[in-house]
């Protein structure tokens, strides 16, 4: 009988230990890890909407130092340079190419926060089955939401190194709401950067905005937030100046770690008619409403439910 | 003598009686008593419209003073006091200021005849806003506020 009892002591014991040992949520964090330390290029499919473009990445760490360029190859050419926290954008526009100066996001396949404790709160991990994509073997893993409040997301991740190479974001009724996927990667070995350098049209008018948009201006709430749903914390805010009139107009952006909602707080001016209600576009929602002379409008790729209540959490 | 005199100014004195007075206050440098006997006569009698010294000596007083070119001079201490005085004045003012460019701000977005409804006017410039700040498709943040 003693025996029986300390068999399934050492029994439970070893199962704990080997959970402790393989963490499920130690694949999120290898991928996170891998989006920033290697070095690779490759040609991914972003679809958003029903538009699908391709786009060249390439990226490398350099001194702990982030270096990322990318190209978009279909329809009108634009481009990013990124270093460590500076982000250039290159949109052409006819004959002008207008480079701003842009805050850093996270963007495919960097989808990833640095720390995954925001995402473990609210989604459930499961892992699926092996597939290959970009002629490279994947392991898929799913987040499921524990509330209605934000939307499916599947990865599948590179076995060898955890670079995310595809993914997928799914609504309720499983329908696809935004996808990315690798179709070709590589990794490269040689540290040169000679790369990370714009490619110039001399046919072209270059005209520089080198103000991040809001940038100077000192938040000063006139409002209060309450009711948020669960897991969004305010990451950005941004107050532009409503051109002819001395008033400010507000984004505040807020992230569960991978959906965004963006709540604008924008005075209404003589003439404009306010905006209620609200419509789908696509992948976003968006939710409008009237109040104390605001236009207030929540806009994110967020279930209907999540984009009210950000519309509804503003009282002033 | 006095009497005399005051007699002699109402024409009560004989012919002899005057010159014995004339030679009398000549001797006693009563020229004062003339001069003030006069003037008593002429007030009495509404002869009196004052006297030429009087307005020479006015004229020439006005003269001696300095030329006043800009503004009566304060005292320091008053000075003060009158700048203080005027602080409320200026504070009334701003409010004034302050309220009516409220007011202005106001009307200027604050008259709401209706609404539409949001699928009716897509509001692309907030959209757009979002995608360049919280997307994280790169297609749509490259392509999104180039406009700005």
Redesign the interface.
């Known amino acids: 009988m003693i025996y029986k009892l300390l068999f399934i002591c050492y029994l439970f014991s070893s199962i704990s230990i080997s959970y402790g040992d393989n963490d499920p949520w130690l694949i999120i964090d290898n991928a996170s890890k891998a989006t920033r330390i290697l070095n690779y290029k490759g040609i991914f499919h ?1 679809q ?1 909407n029903k ?1 699908i ?1 391709s ?1 060249e ?1 390439t990226h490398a760490t350099n001194n702990d130092q982030e270096f990322i360029k ?1 190209n ?1 190859l279909d329809g ?1 050419p ?3 340079l990124s270093q460590g926290k500076t982000i250039y ?3 052409t ?1 006819e004959n002008n190419v ?1 480079i ?1 100066k ?2 850093q ?4 396949p960097a ?1 990833f926060p640095n720390n995954i404790d925001a995402i473990k709160n609210f989604y459930r991990l499961s892992i699926g089955k092996s597939e290959r994509i970009a002629g490279r073997l994947s392991q898929s893993v799913v987040l499921t939401p524990i509330d209605s409040l934000r939307y499916s997301y599947y990865f599948w991740l590179d076995k060898k190194t955890s670079l995310p190479l595809k993914m997928v974001v799914l609504d309720q009724a499983k329908n696809i709401i ?1 996808q ?1 996927s690798f179709t070709q990667i590589n990794m490269i070995k040689d540290k040169n950067l000679d790369w990370f350098k714009p490619e110039v049209d001399p046919s072209k008018n270059y005209i520089f ?1 080198d103000k991040v ?1 809001g940038q100077g201006i000192i938040k000063k709430p006139f409002w209060t937030i309450k009711k948020i749903p669960s897991g969004y914390k305010e990451v ?1 805010f ?1 107050s532009k100046r409503i051109p002819g ?3 400010l107009s507000h ?1 505040l ?1 807020f ?1 569960d770690g ?1 959906s ?3 709540l ?1 707080i ?5 003439g ?8 789908n ?1 696509g992948i ?1 929602n ?3 409403r ?1 109040h104390n ?1 605001y236009q207030i ?1 929540a ?2 790729s967020v279930p209907l439910i999540t984009c009210n209540n950000f519309s509804e959490s503003i009282k002033f | 003598m006095n009497e005399k005199l005051s007699s002699l100014f109402d024409n009560e004195l004989e012919s002899h009686e005057i010159d014995e007075l004339l030679k009398q206050s000549n001797k006693q440098k009563k020229k004062n008593h003339w001069s003030y006997y006069q003037l008593i006569r002429d007030v009495i009698q509404k002869n009196h419209f004052g006297s030429d010294n009087l307005t020479k000596n006015i004229i020439a007083a006005i003269e001696k003073e300095p030329t006043q070119l800009g503004g009566f001079g304060r005292h320091k201490d008053n000075s003060i006091e009158n700048k203080s005085n005027y602080w409320p004045i200026a504070a009334s003012f701003a409010a004034l200021f302050v309220i009516g460019l409220t007011a202005l701000n106001l009307n200027e977005f604050k008259i709401v005849d209706s609404v539409v409804l949001v699928e009716a006017d897509i509001p692309t410039d907030l959209i757009n806003d979002h995608y360049a700040s919280a997307s994280s498709n790169v297609n749509f943040f490259i392509q999104a506020s180039y406009n700005k």
């Open positions: 972003s958003h538009e473009k786009i990445i990318m978009v009108s634009g481009a990013v954008v290159y949109n526009i207008i701003q842009r805050k996001q996270r963007l495919f989808i935004e990315a905005n948009v950005d941004i009139l001395n008033i984004q952006v992230s991978l965004y909602v963006s604008f924008k005075p209404i001016t003589r404009q008619k306010p905006k209620v209600g609200h419509v576009l976003n968006i939710c409008a009237y002379g409008m806009v994110g």
